[in-house]
């Protein structure tokens, strides 16, 4: 067993050597065991327990819980630390006990109590409860004396009790080892006293890795039950939404405070023919509500297009809506799934595209969708953050000019098309026009208008053969005469089609 510093394994210091031996009685020509085997090389790195060490040959070790990233006793990079080093000693630990067990049942017949290579007497000094009263310590350190830093007065335990602590392990591994001169009195066969010594004080070590962390996790289990009691409750995620929303009523005025995004669609002077809103889907399985947003009301602005074509933009106007929303997460998780939900009530339709915006009177959509007579349609919504601009300086600090303007360039991009929109056509108020009759016509016409919406969906028919063709001065019972008529017409001559069509594969 070997001790050196950095990764120069010369400049080693031998703690402990051995070398031993064991015959293997057999009938066969063939060995029961490899003629020659090397064992890879066990080690792991002393870094952080060396790093404690003080001048005065004391271990120091304290919680720095100036950064934001200090939240409790056990969630802190110094306890992560340290907690990561304990593992890799256990780790260590197994792999070196599991070799010399595997040494161990090489030989047989030997009669040696194999058994008793243990640590069942060997004290483990890790208690969760350790605070200081006075400056005076009890019993005899003896070099070994642990500073805790700075450490409010309490009547839980004296600090001075951990060298009491200290001096009953070393005591108590002394005895242990000293019991193993006894059970295995050859040195040089293969289960001798120093590898028991070995497995003994290595058994001890993974059990005070072990109570390291079970101590840490323990006053963490205590502070969240005292927390636990004094609320009532274990928070969710859901429940750390509602205090926000609870916060942003005290914190804002009512003209400025968050609101739910819902919206009905509405024609001016008319009962609503659906609603829009996104929701958000808690994941314990509650209900669906919307989401609250930051929101400015614009009745009208400059004309927005959207680009159908290469050739063809479609110019719109309109009440506007500028939201804003902040998605809170509880221990890394939002605790809810988005949603876009578009419902229309029974005879109303209406036009929903989604896309980005990305000038100020150009309106991009990706996806489009009629909503009508009662459809309920639910869009699953995808959030993606991009980095922020520190973590972005950070990120291409490192990298070349020419990667750099790329990822600036590539950024620049992303930018541009980060606003979400959503634009809601109405298509009644545009079926009136397009059908040249007069505004609100088509309100009571219901059948009318399905059938129109039907022909123009299914059937693809052109407006002209539909619209009204007459004067513009014509009053509105002859417009909507004329529309009814050609809708007729157009009808009775798909429903003669389709009979023909039916007793042709009849006959056939």
């Not at 599991?98 to 090489?106: C, D």
């Not at 290595?202 to 109570?211: D, Q, T, V």
């Not at 009530?345 to 990305?358: A, E, N």
């Not at 009204?468 to 050609?486: A, E, H, I, L, T």
Request: charged share 25%; proline share 6%.
């Amino acid at each position: 067993m070997l001790i050196f510093k950095g990764n120069n394994p010369d400049e080693k210091i031998s703690l402990l050597k051995n070398k031993s031996t064991a015959q293997l009685m057999t009938s066969t020509k063939t060995t029961p065991k490899p003629e020659l085997s090397v064992p890879p090389t066990l080690d792991t790195s002393l870094t952080f327990l060396v790093q404690r060490i003080s001048g005065s040959m004391g271990v120091e070790f304290s919680i720095d819980r100036s950064p934001k990233t200090c939240r409790t006793p056990r969630r802190n990079k110094d306890i992560e630390n340290s907690l990561k080093h304990f593992d890799e000693i256990s780790s260590w630990a197994n792999k070196v006990i599991q070799y010399f067990r595997n040494l161990f049942a090489v030989p047989s017949g030997h009669g040696l109590a194999t058994s008793a290579v243990n640590s069942l007497d060997v004290f483990v000094p890790v208690l969760p409860f350790f605070e200081r009263i006075s400056n005076e310590p009890r019993g005899d350190s003896k070099g070994l004396m642990v500073s805790l830093g700075k450490i409010r007065e309490s009547g839980v335990l004296h600090v001075g009790d951990l060298h009491l602590f200290l001096q009953e392990h070393k005591r108590s591994l002394n005895s242990k080892i000293s019991s193993f001169d006894d059970l295995y009195p050859t040195e040089n066969y293969l289960i001798n006293r120093v590898s028991a010594r070995v497995v003994s004080t290595l058994i001890n070590a993974r059990e005070i890795s072990s109570n390291v962390r079970s101590g840490i996790d323990y006053i963490e289990h205590m502070l969240f039950e005292q927390l636990l009691t004094a609320i009532g409750k274990e928070l969710k995620p859901l429940d750390f939404r509602n205090y926000i929303e609870y916060h942003y009523r005290i914190l804002f005025k009512d003209e400025f405070s968050p609101r739910p995004f819902c919206y009905p669609i509405r024609r001016a002077d008319h009962d609503p023919e659906g609603l829009l809103s996104i929701e958000a889907i808690p994941n314990d399985g509650g209900l669906a509500q919307p989401i609250y947003t930051q929101v400015r009301y614009s009745s009208s602005g400059s004309p927005m297009k959207i680009p159908i074509s290469a050739g063809t933009n479609i110019t719109f106007g309109g009440e506007r809506y500028v939201h804003g929303c902040i998605l809170h997460s509880f221990s890394g998780d939002s605790g809810a799934k988005f949603q876009l939900t578009a419902r229309a009530r029974q005879f109303s339709v209406f036009l929903v595209l989604i896309g980005r915006i990305p000038s100020k009177d150009t309106f991009d959509p990706s996806h489009a969708f009629l909503v009508k007579n009662k459809d309920d349609i639910k869009i699953p919504l995808d959030f993606q953050t991009i980095p922020t601009p520190k973590q972005f300086k950070d990120a291409i600090e490192s990298l070349s000019p020419e990667q750099q303007r790329f990822a600036k360039a590539y950024r620049g991009m992303q930018l541009s098309s980060t606003l979400f929109g959503i634009v809601v056509l109405q298509l009644k108020p545009q079926l009136e026009k397009l059908m040249k009759v007069p505004n609100d016509a088509l309100t009571k016409e219901i059948q009318l208008s399905e059938s129109l919406f039907d022909l123009f969906l299914n059937y693809q028919i052109p407006s002209d053969l539909l619209s009204f063709g007459g004067p513009n001065n014509s009053n509105r019972d002859q417009k909507m005469k004329s529309v009814s008529d050609n809708t007729n017409k157009i009808v009775q001559m798909i429903q003669e089609e389709k009979r023909i069509e039916l007793e042709k594969k009849l006959e056939e």
